[in-house]
């Protein structure tokens, strides 16, 4: 089992930054990958981000590549994504996700654990 708490979420302008982390219980942290998924109002969940359980390899959706920056502390059982130049279409509830993997995916139904969220609001 393992219990995701998601932080870091807030109001920001159009074109500011947050850094969003995800802390993870268990001591079998580094055995899973992480994601990053995004709800917007009246939309259905979406794939911001992965990576691999040993923070190798990367995997993002084509409109965050060069803005957001996943990472992970496997030490801090912690993940990470950090957002710059954001955008009002970035606005939503950010989920971290867990999966019994050694490799990301950008699929929801292939992960196993998920965080209660935190709330991102991008102001024009």
């Known amino acids: 089992q393992v219990h995701l708490q998601e932080s870091g979420g807030g109001l920001v302008q159009a074109g500011g930054s947050l850094r969003l982390s995800c802390a993870a219980s268990?001591?079998?942290?580094?055995?899973?990958?992480m994601g990053w998924f995004r709800q917007a109002p009246g939309k259905e969940r979406e794939f911001v981000a992965a990576i691999s359980s040993s923070g190798g390899s990367t995997l993002y959706e084509d409109s965050v590549k060069g803005r957001f920056t996943i990472s992970r502390d496997n030490a801090k059982n912690t993940v990470y994504l950090q957002m710059n130049s954001l955008k009002p279409d970035n606005t939503g509830v950010y989920y971290c996700a867990a999966r019994r993997s050694n490799f990301g995916s950008s699929w929801a139904e292939l992960y196993d654990y998920w965080g209660q969220g935190t709330q991102v609001t991008v102001s024009s």
């Open positions: 268990g001591r079998t942290f580094s055995g899973y990958a």
